[in-house]
């Protein structure tokens, strides 16, 4: 596995360095694009790794699959009741799109989606980002996994967009919680740094039918089925259907250039590239994840 890491790399130097980092997002402004990491987790936890694969990187959106694994365990029935599976369309922070279809997010990876389902998890946990950081911690084995306080900070002070989703979705009936709360557990599990390494561990238990690190199972083989399969469909915004065709793998991406990828019964991917392309995926980490399920051969399709 190391050779074929080195080789990935090899094919995909080109594309290091390319795109947009998210400025949106003042603190992620000043990331340096000309990194790039990749991990690979195989299902008895051996862990290979290339590039800046051990350096630490801020989570965003794919800390979206994490929540969604964690409400789903506790009841997905009523999970599913809240937001829909579909591709929406529409930008992953649409206003219009929550309206149209009368306070029913599209999906759990968009904005909206999103909030629904911290605001599920928090009411069974208390905070749901501390759920997912635990959760992170564990199955990755690392405990310094935390917070990145600059990015907290950073998205707290932009956070007008999602505040008027919270309290779209509240004035719909679709939000038990404190709007306020809801947006502050959301962006802080967001902004969770963590290392294409500890990426690949963590999400190690998707590739594994739902079993985590210890053999115990957080979700039935049918409930990571699904999650993969929604993944598939929604997982790299606008993209999907470009993602499914190039890579042919679930994955969920973050504007902070991570990519999660799963490769159900073989392993788990995980790959960082800053620079985004015009949809907000990795420009490298695509490349480099295309690359690998092109020379190992392992797809879904």
């Known amino acids: 596995m190391n050779q074929v890491l080195a080789e990935v790399a090899d094919e995909v130097a080109e594309h290091i360095g390319r795109g947009k980092v998210a400025d949106y997002i003042p603190a992620l402004a000043s990331v340096d694009p000309h ?29 979206k699959l994490f929540t969604l694994s964690l409400a789903l365990a506790s009841d997905d029935s009523a999970v599913w009741a809240r937001v829909g599976r579909e591709p929406s369309g529409s930008a992953f922070n649409s206003l219009v799109q929550l309206e149209y279809e009368n306070g029913l997010p599209r999906n759990p990876f968009i904005n909206a989606g999103a909030l629904v389902v911290t605001d599920h998890l928090a009411g069974h946990v208390g ?8 959760f992170l ?7 310094a996994i935390t ?16 505040l008027a989703l919270a309290h779209f979705l509240s004035s719909y009936g679709n939000l038990h919680g404190d709007p306020h709360s809801i947006v502050d557990q959301y962006i ?20 594994r039918q739902g079993t985590l690190r210890d053999g115990s199972r957080v979700l ?4 990571a089925k699904r999650i993969n399969a929604v993944m598939l469909t929604c997982g790299t915004y606008d993209a999907a259907g ?18 999660l990828a799963i490769c159900p019964g073989r392993c788990s991917i995980a790959v960082w590239g800053p620079g985004l392309d015009e949809r907000g995926n990795s420009v490298a980490g695509v490349a480099a994840l295309d690359q690998f399920t092109t020379t190992t051969g392992w797809s879904v399709f």
């Not at 039935?220 to 409930?223: A, D, L, P, V």
Request: glycine residues 12%.
């Open 137 to 143: 911690r564990t199955e990755s084995g690392n405990d």
């Open 127 to 134: 905070d749901a980002a501390d759920a997912v950081l635990r």
């Open 188 to 207: 802080r599990h967001c902004a969770v740094a963590i290392s294409c390494r500890d990426l690949a561990l963590a999400g190690l238990f998707l590739a």
């Open 35 to 63: 990194q790039f990491g990749m991990a690979v987790a195989l299902p008895d936890g051996t862990c290979y790794g290339v590039g800046d694969w051990l350096a630490p990187f801020s989570m965003q959106s794919i800390s």
């Open 220 to 223: 039935s083989g049918r409930q």
């Open 242 to 259: 470009e993602f499914a065709y190039r890579v042919g793998l679930p994955g969920k991406s973050g504007v902070g250039g991570g990519i």
């Open 147 to 162: 917070y990145d306080e600059a990015v907290v900070e950073s998205e707290a002070a932009h956070s007008q967009r999602n």
